[in-house]
């Protein structure tokens, strides 16, 4: 007699683990070319798709279980299939898209891993799917990265090559996970003069801009303690923002930056891959009270270092060492930028250096959230930061969101007097903050939403870009609130802009909920889809993110999948209901759909997708 598995504390039964291969592909700069030209992009894939992919699938006896636009997730019983199967994609792309200038030639990264998985339904989940997914994303364009599971059982049976890349700390990841890149010596696949180019990425070289261009790459931590490492990435955020705010400079943004994190990257890929001309290097020692900020300026073209230099002082000298490092780097790009405007690029955010570091570690701390306890652990840093200095503007406007969001994804239920405090941190932040644009963009964004002043707040974050026309987070909020306002073009318009200056397609939250957003205004449900699955692949637990999804699907009529949905976001909050979700749109956030219609077809769809009233 057979023994019936014991159901868990929800009353299921433990679900069956299977064994399989998982491949993750994801489209290079997809939303770069849907802003070149959306038809012609979607097109083009489609036709990818007919010709190459789901034949390739097919023969390698693959099985597509999620697709959102740019990306794909296929499940492979055989590794070997697997790795055969993304080899004869990855070496068929560029033959089949030759004819296309090199700004819009399509590439796709891919990652595989092996294990067990948890079917569900045609769905599955695990880590092995979320390593094959974080694979992907250290993939040099028209790569393959494997873990080492699939190294291992193909190495001796395919003719292929690995290069390692070494045990890679992924995101959401507990343990490092050993990579390698695929190879293929020709055996595999006989177009194999092809390789050479997808590996190098000749033919994703981005377009430089019409004025100096520059990436500033993560410092090295050379303290000893990995403990300061939220520091060295502190300075390197405040020179960044030093230097967007010359807007004579084309500065790429932190989030694209910071994807060469822990890596030893060659600076003419860096360049090609970012779009810019310049790269900024260095490295940070912190003992003591004893600081040395050493930086190194390399033209990305040719590989010449133009400038290095070594800056040491006391901690109590930061903001020195860090305008010193600005105005080298600007003189070395550009010695004919005026001198009052170098100034004016130069922001001390506060003397009070505790309040500093503080706001160095809530920073650190909310940028690394997946949690409630992460977020109140930030806004106890930045009310630690305000008590130390009373007029540390951006400190409120950094609590203001940080409080907002803790709502937003309805871990909580702001009360009206909550509500009332986020919007007099933002606004106490515009008063302290006016020659701070970061202060401003963070505050705009409370003052528009949970304030109920949208006009307002589009016309401080305005204020704000035209301080800092570089910065990808200001140019994404903007677009969010332009979506709320009804006026998509827009808002696509500051979107894309924000997408140019993050070039690698690094999660940037407020850039990805804009592009669902909008497109969910403008009836675009299948665009919501695409992007929602973006968001989803990052924190497969974002409440947002689930209740686009689950009303796109249902006004779709894809109900089953719209359920699946509703499952999902009952597992990540069994809080969430309709009544829930009308409250945070017309009260927390104070009805901000200006377009007729559009908060309707949100509640209708929620509606038929069977979330509870």
Same mark, same amino acid.
């Given at each position: ?6 159901? !868990? ?84 792309? #560029? ?29 599955? $989940? ?99 303690? #990995? ?7 502190? *300075?390197?955020?405040? *020179? ?6 010359? @807007? ?18 060659? *600076? ?24 040395? *900020? ?79 306890? !992460? ?60 020659? !701070? ?31 800092? @026309? ?38 940037? #939250? ?28 990052? $924190? ?51 009805? #901000? ?21």
């Amino acid at each position: 007699m057979s023994k019936t598995r014991a159901p !868990d504390s929800t009353g299921r039964s433990p679900e069956r683990r299977k064994l399989i291969a998982v491949v993750h592909a994801d489209m290079v700069g997809y939303s770069r070319l849907i802003g070149l030209d959306d038809i012609g992009t979607l097109e083009r894939l489609r036709a990818l798709r007919t010709n190459l992919i789901d034949p390739a699938i097919d023969e390698h006896s693959g099985r597509i279980v999620n697709t959102g636009g740019d990306s794909v997730l296929i499940v492979f019983d055989s590794v070997d299939g697997a790795v055969r199967c993304a080899v004869k994609v990855q070496q068929g792309v #560029p033959t089949l898209d030759r004819d296309q200038p090199p700004d819009r030639a399509m590439r796709f990264r891919v990652g595989i891993n092996a294990g067990d998985v948890i079917p569900d339904g045609t769905d599955v $989940h695990g880590d092995v799917v979320n390593v094959a997914a974080r694979l992907q994303a250290e993939c040099p364009p028209g790569g393959i990265c494997v873990s080492r599971q699939v190294r291992d059982h193909v190495q001796d049976r395919l003719d292929l090559t690995f290069e390692v890349l070494g045990a890679l700390n992924l995101k959401n990841i507990a343990r490092p996970v050993e990579a390698f890149v695929v190879r293929p010596d020709g055996a595999v696949i006989a177009s194999s003069s092809i390789e050479p180019a997808i590996v190098q990425d000749t033919l994703e070289t981005l377009p430089l801009p019409g004025k100096p261009s520059i990436a500033v790459l993560p410092f090295q931590n050379m303290s000893g303690d #990995p403990e300061q490492e939220y520091f060295a990435d502190g *300075i390197v955020e405040e *020179i960044i923002t030093a230097l967007s705010r010359i @807007p004579s400079f084309f500065v790429i943004a932190r989030n694209s930056s910071f994807a060469y994190k822990g890596k030893s990257p060659d *600076i003419r890929q860096v360049g090609q891959e970012l779009g810019v001309r310049y790269v900024l290097e260095g490295s940070v020692r912190r003992a003591g009270t004893r600081l040395r *900020i050493v930086g190194q300026l390399v033209d990305a073209t040719t590989g010449v270092h133009l400038w290095a230099d070594r800056f040491e002082g006391n901690l109590t000298d930061i903001f020195q060492l860090q305008d010193q490092v600005t105005m080298s780097v600007v003189g070395a790009i550009e010695p004919k930028v005026r001198h009052a405007e170098i100034e004016r690029a130069l922001h001390k955010p506060t003397e009070n250096l505790e309040a500093y570091d503080l706001v160095l570690r809530g920073r650190w701390t909310h940028d690394a959230a997946d949690r409630k306890d !992460d977020f109140e652990e930030a806004a106890r840093l930045y009310r630690r930061a305000i008590a130390r200095d009373p007029n540390y503007a951006l400190a409120y406007a950094l609590l203001a969101r940080t409080l907002w969001i803790t709502g937003a994804f309805q871990w909580k239920l702001p009360s009206e007097n909550e509500l009332l405090e986020y919007v007099d941190l933002a606004r106490t932040a515009v008063r302290l903050g006016q020659a !701070d644009p970061e202060t401003l963009g963070f505050a705009a964004y409370i003052i528009a939403l949970p304030g109920g002043k949208l006009a307002e707040g589009i016309a401080i974050m305005d204020q704000a870009i035209a301080m800092n @026309p570089n910065s990808t987070n200001l140019l994404a909020m903007s677009g969010t609130l332009h979506a709320f306002a009804g006026d998509t073009e827009t808002a696509l318009q500051h979107l894309q802009e924000a997408n140019r200056l993050s070039p690698l397609g690094v999660y940037v #939250p407020f850039k990805t909920f804009g592009f669902y957003l909008a497109c969910f205004v403008d009836g675009n449900y299948e665009g919501v889809l695409d992007g929602t699955a973006k968001a989803l692949r990052e $924190h497969p637990g974002d409440i947002t993110a689930l209740r686009y999804r689950t009303a796109a699907l249902a006004l779709l009529g894809r109900l089953d999948e719209a359920r699946r949905t509703v499952d999902q976001l009952l597992v990540a909050n069994p809080e969430v209901t309709i009544s829930r979700a009308r409250r945070h749109i017309e009260v927390e956030m104070n009805n #901000p759909f200006k377009r007729a219609g559009v908060a309707e077809a949100y509640y209708e769809g929620l509606q038929r997708a069977g979330l509870p009233e």
